[in-house]
């Protein structure tokens, strides 16, 4: 008998979270600090694909929210004394608040003059975190102290990596169960067209108030994360620049698509590594391999996904191509 | 405040305001004509400057052989782009053009860094830095310079854009592709042109800005104000481009000088935030109708 779609997909997925719980042990300290990296891109990378692969938002700020979690989670955790386990969630929950500041505006806006306003939150941003540097540190910048767990301090970076791994599923899982619900499909619906959408009953403000509510913590949780693997917070990490990066990982992934998000993330997190050879030609040959990657995959690297099984040997499924993006 | 440092601060706002609305002129030019938002725009910018700076130095060119010779050249290069980039993505989705753009100003900027490092230069200019001295005011030949030459060329393109017939036919294309090619206009060629002109003016603000805040691989980072000035005009007008582009330049110019310099970007964000609140298109854009 022939594999069936899904049971590739399952497989490939268990050995993806099989390597990434086993081989961890045997490497060394980088490549923990690498994969943690590359896990909370693919959290923040998961958050924005929401917004705008299946909602249709852009957003040009979503490294303040990283940079409001970051904050947010260290002023919790650092100087409130809460544990870091309620502080994390508790700053995404901040970002989340955020999230709603910025939504309601944005409901008025949409396409390029959206993602100018986004714009103007995190420039915005920018100067908030430089005029309070009691909580921030200032230009400056802050160091993170790192949390303990059930008594153990988290000093090793693989001990941290499973707790981002943790909650880069859990993450992952619920941007999964939010996609198969009810509002899950209005984002896509939202996205295709809003008319549609109001035809048939959808509650197309409150929807899209959910995608920026929900995007928000995702990139609220990845910068604590960041913040508690870097050590240090780095007010200038967390410009337009960055934004972009974020921009650009779900678009080399695949945009509207969770696997893409992760693929995308984690590629364009390993990619600078392997090019440092390269040296002063590094960024020359990450444009190069950007460019040639969307001219050949101009649906992202998920968009290879279809065209290789049908390369492959023929299955007969029932539904095959007709969701491809 | 006094009546001449108002002036004298307006002055230095419309010149920086010009070099502004020039590349949100480009921005808005190519999106119009092509539906292609190029965020390779401000590293063309810093390719004319650079451009000029090879063609100064190197070449031993007077300025203003330089700068033309840096028009027609930048001219050349938009239409390669065109043809080696846009037409290629031309059934790509929206995303995907936007972030191969920024790969191509990515790869632009860092050849220019490989050759010229991380040294800042200028271009030396007929005006000199001595102030020019009107009754009581004292302002710099630079801006007078800056101000007129965008002026000219805006001013030339918009005869070009309402008289010939090339620009005509390019106005016809922004409109209905389908129905400019039905009229036998050669779309793929007013598409090639349309990024000519929108190098062309790229490259004019990167000549133009180099005196004042002198030739490095960065400069291109102006794109983002320029994006900001074409959304606050209304991304589909030209003149909105322009007008957002000016204000932009005199509002970080005033709020620079009330608010200190931190707060002149957040003053000019803040107020474009509150435009766009009450017109969510800009002040010369018009609510698209959207069919259902």
Known sequence: ?325 | MSLEIGLQLAIAGLSIGSIYALVALGLVLAFKGTGVLNFAQGELVTLGAYIALFLGTFAQLPYHWAFLLTLLSAGAFGVVLERGLIRPLAHAPAFTVVVATLAVGLMIKNVLRLVWQENVSTIATPFGDAPLAIGALRVNPQYLWVIGCSVGLMAVLAVFFRSSLTGKAMRAVAQNQVAARLMGIPVGRMFALTFAISAVVAAAAGVLVAPLIGIHAEMGGVIIKAFVAAILGGFHSPVGAVVGGMLLGVLEAFGGAYFGGIFKETVAFTLLILILLARPHGLFGRAEARRV
């Open chain 1, 1 to 325: 008998m022939q594999p069936s779609d899904a049971s590739v997909r399952r497989a490939g997925l268990a050995a993806v979270l099989g390597f990434l719980l086993v081989v961890p042990w045997f490497l060394g300290s980088y490549y923990h600090f690498l994969l943690s990296l590359a896990l909370i891109n693919v959290i923040l990378a998961t958050g924005l694909n929401l917004l705008t692969g299946n909602a249709g938002q852009i957003s040009l700020c979503h490294s303040s929210f990283m940079a409001i979690g970051a904050y947010a989670t260290t002023f919790l955790f650092a100087t409130a004394g809460i544990t870091f386990w309620l502080a994390l969630p508790l700053g995404g929950a901040v970002a989340g608040v955020f999230g709603v500041l910025l939504g309601l505006p944005a409901l008025r806006l949409r396409g390029f003059y959206l993602a100018v306003v986004t714009l103007g939150f995190l420039e915005i941003m920018q100067i908030i975190i430089e005029s309070v540097p009691s909580v921030t540190g200032g230009v400056r910048g802050l160091a993170v102290p790192r949390p303990s767990l059930f008594g153990f301090r988290l000093g090793s970076d693989l001990a941290l990596y499973y707790v981002i791994l943790a909650v880069t599923l859990a993450a992952l899982y619920g941007a999964w169960r939010l996609l198969n619900s009810p509002t899950g499909r209005a984002f896509n619906v939202i996205r295709v067209s809003e008319a549609a959408a109001q035809t048939l009953a959808m509650p197309v403000t409150r929807v899209k108030l959910i995608a920026f509510v929900v995007a928000a913590p995702y990139a609220g949780m990845a910068g604590g994360l960041f913040a508690t693997l870097v050590g240090f917070i780095d007010p200038l990490e967390f410009g337009v620049a960055t934004s972009i990066r974020h921009v650009i990982f779900i678009v080399v992934g695949g945009l509207g698509s969770i696997a893409g998000s992760v693929v995308g993330a984690a590629a364009l997190t390993a990619l600078p590594e392997l090019l440092r050879g390269f040296k002063e030609y590094n960024e020359l040959a990450y444009g190069g391999l950007l460019l040639l990657v969307l001219m050949v995959m101009p649906h992202g690297l998920v968009g290879l996904w279809p065209a290789l099984r049908r390369l492959g040997p023929r299955v007969h499924t029932r539904a095959s191509g007709g969701n491809a993006r």
